[in-house]
């Protein structure tokens, strides 16, 4: 099947904590369209009404990443969303426990203050959440953006949730091969509109010491339907350090393929995982 190379763009987007020195070199490439059936039935899904898309995981309770309730600054626990899709917490009846960790589609209308939509329950016990649930010194974007579940009622206010009526799967590309040194990731566009104007990156982790992230800019090619193949490097050396950034040298991993952005009045925050952590949508 015959290549032809994309531009790659050397510069580095996300996480507070990213890395922003001399980018290192990636090997992307896009594939001739893989012939066959279309990546979405005929129109495309529409982007006219409010939705997020992204990967669904669920709330837990004592949890820093993703909490399911909060012992707040007033001395109350406030029961919240039974999951979320990307960052944004997903307040719905649909049965989401089958979708975790995968790409879906939430229907609905955005909540302006995340506080206004919790459920006051009682007193926060004296112990509450005592004993930790994830790593000690984790990373400023492993913390969900409600500061953990102990916070305060100004931050939530100041946050979105989402109400969906529905949430459903939907397929936005995976892993399809790997040789080596290189895997192809293919993205699809299921939507009635082109996806060319999002954010697309190659998420790397790696470096000394702790992991830390680091991501490549991708140039996308999706219009509606369509369908693209990307090859990328599975690992890749970054540095020398930056006077301006610190870019730690070392050897770092791929991770992902993120999408980011927004079409119409669809949402995305899409994570595809590669690797070991190959999954449809991936996870946070």
């Known amino acids: 099947m015959s290549l032809w190379v994309l531009g790659v763009a050397c510069s580095r987007s996300g996480a507070p904590e990213d890395a922003g020195a001399a980018a290192p070199t990636v090997s992307v490439?896009?594939?001739?369209?893989?012939?066959?059936a279309p990546a979405a039935p005929a129109g495309g899904v529409p982007v006219d009404s409010p939705?997020?898309?992204?990967?669904?995981?669920?709330?837990?309770?004592?949890?820093v990443m993703h909490p399911s309730e909060y012992c707040l600054d007033d001395g109350f626990v406030y029961?919240?969303?039974?999951?979320?899709?990307?960052?944004?917490?997903?307040?719905?009846?649909a049965a989401v426990a089958p979708l975790a960790g995968t790409t879906v589609i939430a229907r609905g209308t955005r909540e302006p203050s995340l506080l206004a939509a919790l459920e006051k329950r009682g007193a926060c016990a004296a112990d509450y959440g005592n004993e930790p649930r994830e790593m000690p010194q984790m990373r400023s974007d492993w913390v969900s953006p409600e500061g953990g579940f102990r916070t305060t009622r100004r931050k939530l206010e100041g946050l979105a949730g989402f109400r969906a009526h529905s949430v459903t799967a939907i397929h936005l590309g995976g892993e399809v091969s790997r040789d080596g040194g290189t895997v192809v990731v293919e993205l699809v566009n299921p939507f009635a509109a082109s996806l060319d104007a999002i954010g697309a990156f190659a998420h790397y982790?790696?470096?000394?010491?702790?992991?830390?992230?680091?991501?490549?800019?991708l140039t996308l090619s999706l219009p509606p339907g369509g369908r693209q193949r990307?090859?990328?490097?599975?690992?890749?050396?970054a540095g020398p350090?930056?006077?301006?950034?610190?870019?730690?040298?070392?050897?770092?991993?791929?991770?992902?393929?993120?999408?980011?952005?927004?079409?119409?009045?669809?949402?995305l925050d899409v994570r595809i995982g590669v690797g070991s952590r190959r999954r449809q949508g991936g996870a946070r």
């Open 29 to 36: 490439s896009a594939l001739a369209a893989k012939p066959g």
């Open 51 to 63: 939705a997020l898309v992204g990967t669904l995981i669920e709330n837990e309770r004592f949890s």
């Open 79 to 93: 029961a919240g969303a039974p999951a979320r899709v990307g960052t944004l917490n997903v307040f719905t009846t």
């Open 205 to 217: 982790e790696g470096g000394p010491g702790k992991p830390m992230p680091l991501r490549e800019k």
């Open 230 to 237: 990307l090859e990328l490097s599975t690992e890749i050396e």
């Open 241 to 267: 350090a930056g006077a301006a950034t610190g870019t730690p040298r070392g050897r770092y991993r791929l991770d992902s393929v993120e999408l980011t952005g927004r079409v119409g009045q669809v949402e």
